[in-house]
């Protein structure tokens, strides 16, 4: 946990400063134009970097002919969706009006192919817990590929600097995974290895297909019926609090499906463990969902100028979306460990029914309309996980809202403290520091005042850790 931690940390540090540089030299029309095509390279993504990575890590007795067997599966459907959005290029071109997105998006589309050798590297480190290798091939990719960005942007390039930067972050990232990991390919395929966890991995690629497809869904009907300025204002609303969970969601979930599934294969219950890791998950991101969502005009003024304040709203609503995202997919991880990849599909199923019907709903009534559905989401998936955790891990929707509210009051709480503290007469700069150091001292402030229980857990591991 704490290299996988490291990794993103630093990866993701370095990302939201070049980012920064970015968004201050590029308009929000150029970041608008490379999110319309991003929609169809996530979607296109979910059939190559899920299901089948996880199946060998799910698996109980996995040898090296079964990744290279996986491998070349991958690879195949890999090539086949590259040929299929390279031929449907044109007819997406002509959806969105513009020609420009024929040739855009062939291009970024061979970031397919790449992600599909790199989520077999994954499975190989997630199943052997070599975190460690993580991190230099990530920094690398993200140092690299962000100086090209700056530079094309610097020379005019505008969408093009962008593009540049997501295929050659993914391609230096997989190239020195590759010198990295004994996880090279071999002449070996087993038609039965193939069937074996094409059967368990085609479930959780169908639930993070529909997953994926839900959330651009709200990407593409902005992008079609508003402006491309209103998708960039929607998207980098949801970039800052999408950067920091997605992040801990990356590190949190690959270390915590193979624990689980250790779990299961000794034929202990997952039921401890996945409630620890909710309290301890809540505790952390709640309070930095809350204080993103309090300081994010100063925060927008300060990092992107003002031409990016209307993104303002759509950043708070996703603070409180991704707030609960974390513990949603930590109970997916669960569902996953002990085989059970249909119910995590059933589960995915019903949440987003609900969430289409809403969308459809409110698709005409504005861009804030469509972004407050994430809100109305949230309570949903609550409702949903909590039925079928309860039902196959025994995890009752009562102990999950024991685990969630202390965390959820003391966030309140402190952010209602930094809210007040923004009213002061401060310059932006020194407001925004003011802002977050008194938010930090309250919240450990309090949590030492009514012993919270998880505050009290970490405050031990780590100084005991720091004995060692």
């Known amino acids: ?19 920064i540089i970015l968004a201050r030299i590029l308009m929000p029309n150029d970041y608008g134009t490379v999110a319309l095509l991003l929609i169809f390279i996530d979607i296109a993504n979910v059939f190559v970097t899920n299901g089948l990575g996880e199946a060998l890590v799910q698996g109980e007795h996995v040898e090296k002919k079964d990744f290279s067997t996986i491998l070349y599966c991958g690879l195949f459907f890999a090539l086949i969706i590259y040929a299929v959005l390279f031929a449907m290029s044109p007819l997406i071109a002509v959806f969105y009006g513009n020609d420009e997105l024929i040739w855009m998006l062939r291009i970024l589309a061979l970031k397919i192919p790449i992600s599909a050798f790199n989520s077999i590297q994954q499975a190989y480190i997630q199943r052997n817990m070599l975190f460690r290798k993580f991190f230099l091939a990530t920094l690398s990719g993200t140092i690299l590929s962000g100086i090209v960005g700056i530079i094309m942007a610097y020379q005019g390039y505008g969408p093009w600097a962008l593009i540049a930067q997501y295929l050659i972050n993914s391609l230096v990232d997989t190239i020195v995974l590759f010198f990295s990991i004994d996880c090279r390919p071999t002449l070996e395929f087993s ?18 297909l529909i997953n994926t497809v839900y959330e651009e869904l709200r990407s593409l009907i902005i992008g079609k019926k508003y402006s491309s300025s209103d998708l960039a204002f929607y998207n980098k609303g949801a970039q800052f609090p999408r950067l920091i969970v997605t992040n801990l969601n990356a590190a949190l979930n690959s270390v915590l499906f193979p624990a689980f599934v250790k779990k299961n294969h000794l034929g202990e219950g997952v039921k401890e463990i996945l409630r620890k890791s909710i309290r301890v998950n809540a505790y952390l991101i709640f309070p930095i969902m809350m204080g993103m969502g309090v300081i994010a005009e100063t925060l927008m003024t300060l990092l992107l100028t003002d031409k990016w304040l209307e993104c303002v709203p759509y950043l708070r609503i996703m603070c409180f979306y991704n707030a609960y995202v974390l513990i949603a997919a930590i109970d997916s991880q669960g569902i996953k460990a002990i085989g059970r990849s249909d119910v995590y599909l059933k589960m995915t199923l019903i949440r987003r029914m609900f969430y289409l019907m ?22 949903i998936a609550f409702l949903v996980n909590g039925i079928y955790t309860k039902k196959y891990i025994g995890y009752t929707l009562k102990e999950r809202l024991m685990d969630l509210l202390p965390q ?26 003011v802002q977050v150091l008194i938010g930090v001292v309250v919240y450990i402030f309090l949590s030492e005042l009514w012993k919270m229980k998880v505050y009290l857990y970490l405050k031990e591991f780590l100084l005991n850790y720091f004995r060692k």
């Open 1 to 19: 946990m704490f290299w996988r931690l490291l990794e993103r940390i630093c990866a993701q540090g370095v990302s939201f400063v070049l980012s």
């Open 191 to 208: 038609w039965e290895s193939a069937r074996k966890y094409i059967n368990y991995g085609w479930k959780l690629t169908a639930g993070a």
């Open 358 to 379: 809403m969308l459809l709903m409110v698709m005409d009534k504005g861009v804030f309309a469509i972004a407050f559905t994430n809100v109305i989401s949230v309570f």
């Open 408 to 433: 959820a009051g003391l966030s309140l709480v402190m952010g209602i403290v930094v809210y007040c503290v923004g009213l002061l007469p401060l310059i932006p700069l020194v407001k925004l520091i």
